[in-house]
């Protein structure tokens, strides 16, 4: 069936480091693939999206790529700042419905 | 803020009891999703209204319920509560329904059952 995986947290890195989330799915046609973000306190938002392969998603100096020979969606960050910790999930919508299936979420801390 | 607007933020009501979590969508958006958020499941889908007719369902219980009104808000209906449900419950709206479409999550009720 269709499901999301993402490597486990929490994530603690220092301000500046390089991060990198991993995702994976299965599903079957073609998915789009997406990332949001949960802040503390408040909903999901959408921080970028892919809606074929090969297709890079980009938001806020965060990138991530819709490789479909590893079915992988992996979320990165070249610097980190202590506003980006957040809770993050990886999600695919692959149904004419428009719902998600969802990742479990990996927390990202970062210090100062 | 997303545009979606969800109440109460905050719920605590006893085993056995029903309660009704209420969705008011985007403004033009006519799909509204619910999520379910717990710390052993996940983020989970329960149900998804489209112009006021149930759309698609994924793991949501007997116990719960679910509709969307001309007005295009949403109400979900947690009835013979058990602890086990205690949980943050998202409502989402987007516009279009295919899986390219980008969904606006409201903050979620947070429900405790004690």
Request: glycine fraction near 10%.
């Amino acid at each position: 069936g269709n499901s999301v995986t993402q490597m486990e947290g929490p994530v603690t890195l220092s301000e500046e480091a390089f991060l990198t989330i991993n995702c994976t799915y299965t599903a079957t046609g073609y998915p789009s693939l997406f990332w949001y973000v949960q802040y503390p306190g408040e909903g999901l938002q959408l921080l970028l999206k892919a809606t074929k392969a090969d297709d890079k998603g980009s938001n806020k100096g965060f990138e991530a790529t819709y490789r479909k020979e590893t079915t992988s969606f992996h979320l990165e960050k070249g610097s980190v700042q202590v506003s980006d910790s957040a809770v993050y999930f990886c999600a695919h919508g692959s149904s004419n419905t428009g719902k998600l299936i969802f990742g479990q979420g990996t927390t990202l801390q970062v210090k100062p | 803020d997303s545009g979606v607007t969800q109440t109460p933020k905050h719920l605590i009501t006893a085993t056995g009891q029903r309660v009704t979590l209420r969705c008011s969508p985007r403004s033009g958006d006519l799909s509204v999703y619910w999520y379910q958020q717990s710390l052993d499941q996940g983020l989970q889908f329960l149900i998804q209204y489209y112009n006021g007719e149930e759309r698609a369902k994924g793991n949501i219980l007997e116990r719960f319920s679910a509709q969307q009104f001309p007005d295009l808000h949403s109400e979900l209906n947690l009835s013979s509560l058990e602890l086990g449900d205690s949980a943050l419950y998202f409502c989402a709206s987007s516009v279009g329904t295919t899986r390219n479409t980008e969904a606006f999550f409201g903050q979620g009720t947070r429900l405790t059952v004690v």
